[in-house]
């Protein structure tokens, strides 16, 4: 027996249904049309359902993947090219790279490519986006120096090409 869900999910066109195969029960849904809340996640195999649209606007979506090992990033494509969230939803950016195009499809490579095919402007492939971090070695933080003393600051980074120091003198 197949459960009508129209009654928490808006009444446009489904464009897509991705499953999580990392987190059980885990599902999205993406819809067309002109209203926003296009993008929509359960955590309980489709019993519920809460829009994870974030601040991504009136955008018709057309199709969503995950990441195969971090499950808060999502990318969708969408009628204005591929979008990425980091957190689930909540903020969405634009990936560069893919024209201002309609993206009818995403797939992922093995070797961790993202793959968009866009409504004729072919296709494009690109690394998958990972999460820019700074972590600070030392000073560890709350350390007090002399004016005129010479300190030496280090770091580890992953996906940072430009680090901004800030100095406070109170």
């Known amino acids: 027996k197949w459960d009508t869900l129209v009654s928490v999910l808006p009444a446009k066109v489904v464009t897509r249904v991705y499953c999580d195969q990392s987190v059980s029960g885990t599902?999205?849904?993406t819809f067309s049309g002109s209203t926003p809340l296009h993008v929509y996640k359960s955590t309980d195999q489709g019993t519920n359902w809460v829009s994870i649209s974030g601040d991504l606007g009136d955008i018709p979506v057309n199709c969503i993947i995950g990441?195969?090992?971090?499950?808060?990033t999502l990318y969708i494509g969408t009628d204005a090219g591929v979008f990425v969230t980091t957190?689930?939803?909540t903020n969405w950016?634009?990936?560069?790279g893919v024209p201002n195009s309609g993206v009818i499809d995403l797939g992922l490579t093995s070797n961790n490519n993202l793959v968009a095919a866009?409504?004729?402007?072919s296709m494009f492939r690109a690394p998958l986006f990972t999460t820019p971090s700074v972590t600070l070695l030392?000073?560890?933080g709350g350390q007090s120096f002399l004016?005129?003393?010479q300190q030496t600051i280090s770091w580890i980074s992953s996906n940072v090409s430009l680090v901004n120091i800030e100095l406070s003198t109170n």
Request: a positive charge; aromatic letters at 4%.
């Open 147 to 149: 004016v005129s003393s």
């Open 93 to 96: 950016q634009r990936e560069s």
């Open 67 to 72: 990441h195969p090992t971090i499950s808060s």
């Open 138 to 140: 030392s000073p560890n």
């Open 118 to 121: 866009t409504h004729g402007r």
């Open 87 to 89: 957190n689930g939803g």
């Open 27 to 29: 599902v999205y849904a």
